[in-house]
């Protein structure tokens, strides 16, 4: 993101290694897939400092049912609630303006029936009128 305030995951970060599937983990992501593909959802992830949420978001990744566009940021603080909601609706190839809010995006997203993901790590930098915002 612009400003240095979030930056998309890419993956590239760690070198490529094997990734341990455990089958509660697999049972979940398919549950996540039925959850974005039929309904309008928001899934919070949370564990304890290296509790896995990062390795758990890769794996979700990289099962994702086919119709659903993910994106994946990190924020940093202080964030800027503009530069966020501009970064998601470039990254998704939304008209976006310098009023676009949340709202805008997913009236947006429902007008093309898209299924989306928005992963966003360190969400604990985000304020809570942003993250209510978002709900």
Known sequence: MRDGKSRPETGAVNPPRTLFKPGTWLAKIDFINHLILFNNVLITVLSENEGGKTSFNTLLQNNLDLQIKSIAMTVIAPCDRQNIIEDIAA????????????????????????????VIDDAQHLPEAFIKEMM
């Open 91 to 118: 990254q998704l190839h939304l008209n976006s303006d310098s009023g676009a809010t949340m709202a805008s995006i997913a009236k947006q997203v429902n007008e093309r029936k898209a299924h989306v993901l928005v």
